[in-house]
């Protein structure tokens, strides 16, 4: 059975830096596709970054204007685990983080998701 | 590509058949996801490429469109439905989630 489980949240004060992780259990990590989705307190849900599994695009990232130059996505294919490491954040970075798992090396709708994560940034 | 839904909330009750909306704002092929959350919760995935079912998805969902515009229905509600969906394209990054649609207990 997949299991995803992020942990790394918590509360960070504007301009410091903070990195989720997310171990993946019960598939083979590799051949899929990561993505990470964020959704502020009361808010609708927000694509964050995703990157490809190991097959032709070879780990390919993308990301959302808003968090792009300041996130950055990545995975470790030994660990089974998916990382999101935020710098320089913000307030409206505030946010449960999901990390969501699609059904093949592309990065496309997603199959499985974690619990989620909140991080909260404030002074 | 912007995504919309109507209504933004609705009531109804056990039994209730009930009808989503979702549009893009530029064709997206079948490119399409529903997810349903309940409060607290993560999402969870109900549908992809705009008709087909996610394993494990009561047959009481079902949903259909190609091109803009896309339609989730419920059949015979049950307790358990009473949620937040949401459609969500893949067509092309960045991807973009529709605002959510409320659906509650009349």
């Known amino acids: 059975e997949v299991d995803l489980v992020e942990s790394g949240g918590g509360l960070v004060q504007p301009g410091r830096s903070l990195r989720l992780s997310c171990a993946a259990f019960?598939?083979?990590?590799?051949?899929?596709?990561m993505t990470w989705v964020r959704q502020a307190p009361g808010k609708g849900l927000e694509w964050v970054s995703s990157?490809?599994?190991?097959?032709?695009?070879?780990?390919?990232?993308h990301y959302a204007d808003s968090v792009k130059g300041r996130f950055t996505i990545s995975r470790d294919d030994l660990k089974n685990k998916v990382y999101l490491q935020m710098n320089r954040l913000r307030a409206e970075d505030t946010a449960v983080y999901y990390c969501?798992?699609?059904?093949?090396?592309?990065?496309?709708?997603?199959?499985?998701w974690g619990q989620g994560t909140l991080v909260t940034v404030s002074a | 590509i912007q995504m919309t839904q109507s209504p933004s909330s609705l009531s109804a009750s056990v039994g209730d058949t009930v009808t989503i909306t979702c549009r893009a704002s530029q064709d997206i092929s079948s490119s399409l996801a529903w997810f349903q959350q309940k409060p607290g919760k993560a999402p969870k995935s109900l549908i992809f490429a705009a008709s087909s079912l996610q394993n494990g998805v009561p047959s009481r969902f079902s949903a259909s469109g190609s091109g803009t515009d896309f339609t989730l229905t419920i059949s015979s509600l049950q307790p358990e439905d009473f949620a937040t969906y949401f459609c969500q394209q893949y067509d092309g990054f960045p991807f973009t989630f529709g605002p959510g649609t409320n659906v509650d207990v009349k």
């Open positions: 969501a798992k699609s059904p093949g090396y592309s990065s496309n709708y997603f199959d499985s």
């Open positions: 990157i490809s599994g190991n097959g032709a695009s070879g780990g390919s990232t």
């Open positions: 019960g598939f083979n990590f590799n051949d899929y596709a």
